[in-house]
């Protein structure tokens, strides 16, 4: 797929059409299959609220849960509560609806652009993406030391393009802190609409944070003794941005126990910016691998 039809891609899996007066449908991952991925739908569910909220009231904040698997094979309902429209903030509840059952609960808020008291943490001081080598390149030296399942998805056109500072499992299986930073864009151009950017980044911002957990140990997604899954997701956007340029993912992990590990992500402008903050728990649990 090129650049465009990529970025096309994204914009369509975030895309809701309206059904009733605040309800709308997502679409299905396009050729998808299994579990849906939580960051589509915590961004339509978030692209479902901005369709009841006016222009000049951007979103600040999401917080959602995630209640059942959803099936990536199949459209989803979302249905928006107005909870409160108030001088300054608008306030928004959405539930995701599969096959009659609720996959996700999510709470938005929205504020009036205003002045105020500013000051942020410092980006650190790491590679730029253009001296990063991919995470491609890197598998196809190790591709016979690493599972199937992973090459196929790192050769698969993605509609983000990933270049973490350092290697991570499964490239990379050597315990360390439990800290990822990933520059991250777009891998064709956006639209200029701000909400195109936001809803996309609350897409992305699912990509790989519940990982940070186990880099600690080791562990990386698709590991047959692991089962991975997000249990709640929230977002604070600070400022504007375009996901199509590129941004820097600072992840830790401060803690892990009874088999869910909590992440925290804080996302940078190439020039410095703090632009998002980002938190997460979710399922890493040990199990027993599947007999072949």
């Not at 914009?11 to 960051?39: H, I, M, N, W």
């Not at 901005?50 to 849960?65: A, E, W």
């Not at 509840?93 to 943490?121: C, K, M, W, Y």
């Not at 003794?225 to 929230?234: E, G, I, P, T």
Request: hydrophobic share 35%.
């Amino acid at each position: 797929m090129s650049e465009e039809e990529l970025a096309a891609w994204l914009v369509g899996v975030l895309t809701v059409e309206p059904v009733e007066r605040d309800f709308f449908q997502g679409p299905a991952t396009p050729q998808g299959k299994g579990r849906s991925f939580g960051g589509q739908v915590i961004g339509q569910a978030l692209m479902s609220a901005i369709k009841t909220v006016p222009d000049d009231r951007p979103v600040h904040s999401l917080h959602g849960y995630f209640i059942r698997p959803g099936d990536a094979t199949a459209p989803v309902l979302y249905r928006v509560e107005r909870d409160r429209d108030g001088g300054s903030f608008t306030t928004r509840r959405v539930v995701a609806i599969q096959n009659g059952a609720v996959i996700l609960n999510l709470a938005a808020s929205f504020q009036t652009r205003e002045p105020g008291l500013s000051h942020q943490d410092q980006m650190p001081d790491v590679p730029g993406p253009d001296e990063i080598e991919t995470e491609e390149a890197i598998a196809d030296r190790m591709a016979d030391q690493l599972p199937e399942a992973y090459l196929k998805w790192l050769r698969t056109p993605r509609p983000v393009d990933f270049r973490p500072c350092e290697p991570r499992p499964p490239l990379n299986r050597s315990p360390r802190a439990p800290e990822q930073r990933v520059w991250m864009r777009a891998s064709g151009p956006l639209p200029d609409d701000p909400q195109i950017h936001r809803t996309a980044l609350a897409y992305i911002s699912d990509y790989g944070l519940l990982g940070t957990s186990t880099v600690a140990h080791g562990k990386a997604f698709g590991d047959p003794d692991m089962q991975y899954a997000s249990l709640d997701h929230a977002v604070w956007f600070h400022d504007d941005f375009r996901v199509d340029d590129w941004l820097l993912y600072v992840m830790d992990s401060p803690w892990a126990g009874g088999a869910r590990g909590f992440n925290r992500g804080r996302i940078f402008t190439r020039d410095g910016r703090l632009v998002a903050s980002v938190a997460q728990e979710g399922l890493i649990r040990n199990v027993q691998p599947k007999a072949k």
